[in-house]
């Protein structure tokens, strides 16, 4: 659980690191399921010939990248490919209830948490693939900005763990603290923030180890910079907020992980989780969008 200076701190800066928080039983079965899932895409790919090896004697950090050398469609892909909605996996459902990754959250929205469905595995390759230094980047933004108007008054966890150790060399977050408590998302035309937006409070760069979890406000501006190493990047981007309020996107399924009061209304199945999932994927294939609304405002309620 957090302690009073760490739950200080998220709310004076907009963002926390707690080291060590996991422990590698937490992460390594996620890391295994991703390294089948990236198994099954090699040879899929030999059998339609795309690429002429499969790279099987290169681990998770390195073998995706070494099939994306070889097949430019699979890069352009590869992030789609290895998300959380088209995985759901038993393994990263655990994660995404796991009592240590809860005990943070709660922390912070109290104890009457719901998973958000905004949850994503990113694979951040290395940035001289294919298209260089302008790929695998993510811009300045707010996580506010993904979700869909009917959620700009709650308040929304972003949990963010990397899944192996991040700096600047392959891409850890950049943040700039305090921005929050503006209470306001800065639109650009686009997604992200606009450079007249960008406020100019300067930016943090935020190296983490694996095993660390980073909490962040979805008004803390963030972005991530091009991956310079050999290397993939993989991290895991979840949500979470306080149960009875809405995620913005509300056509897929959001799930309570942890309930204090009604415990028997936790969703254990990962079965039906995944289930969920795939019904809802074949009504909505892709995320409904919103659109951007300059100057509005975001009420922040952290907890009752």
């Not at 290169?58 to 995985?87: N, P």
């Not at 790929?135 to 308040?155: G, I, L, R």
């Amino acid at each position: 659980m957090l302690n009073s200076a760490q739950i200080e701190h998220f709310q004076t800066e907009g963002y926390l690191v707690v080291p060590d928080s996991l422990l590698e039983t937490d992460l390594q079965p996620v890391v295994e399921e991703y390294d089948g899932v990236v198994d099954r895409l090699a040879a899929d790919l030999m059998r339609e010939g795309r690429v002429s090896d499969v790279c099987a004697g290169e681990g998770f950090s390195t073998r995706l990248a070494s099939l994306c050398r070889q097949d430019q469609a699979l890069y352009r892909d590869a992030d789609q490919l290895v998300d959380i909605a088209s995985v759901l996996g038993p393994e990263t459902f655990g994660l995404l209830r796991n009592a240590r990754v809860l005990d943070l959250v709660e922390g912070i929205v109290g104890s009457e948490i719901t998973c958000s469905p905004i949850q994503h595995v990113r694979c951040k390759l290395p940035a001289d693939l294919w298209d260089g230094a302008s790929s695998y980047t993510a811009p300045w933004h707010q996580d506010a900005q993904v979700h869909t108007e009917e959620a700009d008054p709650q308040f929304i966890l972003t949990v963010w763990i990397p899944l192996v150790d991040t700096d600047e060399a392959n891409g850890c977050l950049k943040v700039i603290p305090r921005v929050h408590r503006e209470s306001r998302v800065l639109w650009s035309e686009g997604f992200g923030i606009s450079q007249g937006n960008l406020p100019g409070d300067e930016a943090v760069s935020v190296p983490m180890h694996r095993r660390d979890v980073m909490l962040l406000h979805k008004l803390t501006p963030h972005c991530s910079e091009p991956n310079q190493t050999s290397r993939i990047r993989w991290s895991m981007n979840l949500r979470y907020q306080k149960s009875g309020t809405p995620s913005g996107r509300s056509c897929y399924p959001d799930f309570v992980a942890r309930s204090r009061t009604h415990p028997e209304s936790e969703l254990l199945d990962w079965s039906e989780w995944r289930s969920k999932w795939m019904a809802a994927l074949e009504t909505y294939p892709t995320k409904q969008p919103r659109q951007s609304r300059p100057e509005a405002p975001v009420t922040q309620n952290l907890r009752d």
